[in-house]
């Protein structure tokens, strides 16, 4: 997949939904997966080391899994199932929803871990995705932010910020995304990014996590 090709692929899922709030969680091709919410039970997880975001030989990641990594490489070396697959996009990309990938950051309960693959195959993000009112109502989710930014800066430097605003029925949309980048293999960019949209300042969704581009 090449590189411009990737970027479209990013834009249509993943962090980037933020954008349009129309990614990859909004309109699946078929019900084969889920991503509407997964079951979980905080006391049966684990914290997350958020170190394991990134390792020198893959860049940021997802526990060291490679970027581009079939299916089949992603479960080995993660050591479980993915599950069923969702697809997006008229197949542009898919996505696996695996219960066993989820775990608490900062002690915070996501509503869904998704590891999203582009048309070849290939591992390209992976997100923890939370929704206001599943375990935090708006101002638990803007902390949550700062606290994770701020571990984030501590870790791997000060990062960079976008922010867009989108004019809507329900009021004015402000998606920010605060990114730390590196390059990897001499062409591609890994990414961690934490992703947050508002509207009329009340933070409704905010999707942690790694991708390739």
């Known amino acids: 997949m090449t590189r411009i090709a990737r970027k479209l692929a990013a834009a249509a899922c993943g962090l980037f939904l933020l954008g349009s709030l129309t990614g990859c969680t909004s309109v699946p091709d078929s019900d084969t997966g889920t991503g509407q919410g997964m079951d979980l039970d905080r006391d049966e ?8 975001f990134y390792s020198e030989e893959t860049g ?3 526990r060291g899994v490679s970027w581009g990594s079939t299916e089949e490489e992603t479960a080995e070396a993660l050591g479980y199932p993915l599950g069923n697959r969702t697809s997006f996009n008229s197949g542009m990309v898919y996505a696996y929803y695996p219960e066993e990938a989820a775990a608490l950051i900062l002690g915070r309960l996501c509503t869904n871990v998704e590891l999203a693959f582009d048309s070849e ?6 997100t923890y995705q939370y929704m206001a009112w599943d375990d935090m109502d708006p101002e ?13 800066d501590g ?7 976008d922010e867009e605003l989108l004019e809507l029925n329900a009021g004015t949309m402000t998606s ?4 730390w980048e590196e390059e990897i ?7 961690l990014q934490v992703a947050v949209s508002s509207v009329s ?9 790694v991708m390739c581009y």
């Open 121 to 126: 195959g290939e591992l390209y993000s992976v």
């Open 45 to 52: 997880l684990s914290e997350m080391d958020l170190a394991d």
């Open 60 to 62: 940021y990641s997802f």
């Open 155 to 161: 870790l791997y430097g000060e990062n960079t910020a």
């Open 140 to 152: 638990g989710l803007d902390s949550f932010v700062a606290e994770l930014v701020e571990e984030f």
């Open 201 to 209: 300042d009340q933070t409704g969704m905010v999707v942690v996590g």
């Open 185 to 191: 293999d001499g062409e591609r960019i890994s990414s």
């Open 176 to 179: 920010t995304i605060y990114k």
